[in-house]
């Protein structure tokens, strides 16, 4: 049974920095299309970023994009996505999700078919 478990979320303060992790374990693919979707309160789950196999494909949203990177250790089987140039509005519970697909694919959560059970992130002053 695949698993993600995300790690490394916590408050700072806007303008500060924080690296969140999504240990995968229990693959059978080696071929993957992992992302970050987060979600406020009140507010729809929002695609942030993705990344295919070996960083073959990239992509990021406006708001996020010069501020946030995703990447993959394949030698630990995690993602991450570090986040710089925090602002209130990143504020929420991001969630590492996952599709044995080589489709770079942002826009829709049900497309995903594994998720993390989320960690928080607040932006605050």
């Known amino acids: 049974q695949l698993q993600l478990v995300e790690s490394g979320g916590g408050q700072v303060q806007p303008g500060g920095s924080l690296r969140l992790t999504c240990a995968v374990s229990g693959s059978t693919s080696d071929y993957y299309a992992i992302a970050w979707f987060r979600q406020a309160p009140g507010k729809e789950r929002e695609g942030v970023s993705c990344?295919?196999?070996?960083?073959?494909?990239?992509v990021y949203i406006d708001s996020v994009k010069g501020r946030f990177t995703i990447s993959a250790d394949e030698v630990k089987n995690t993602v991450n996505l570090e986040m710089n140039s925090l602002r209130p509005e990143d504020t929420a519970v991001y969630y590492c999700v996952r599709r044995d697909s080589h489709t770079i694919v942002v826009s829709t959560p049900a497309w995903y078919d594994y998720w993390g059970q989320g960690t928080q992130v607040t932006v605050s002053s």
């Open positions: 990344i295919t196999t070996s960083g073959g494909s990239i």
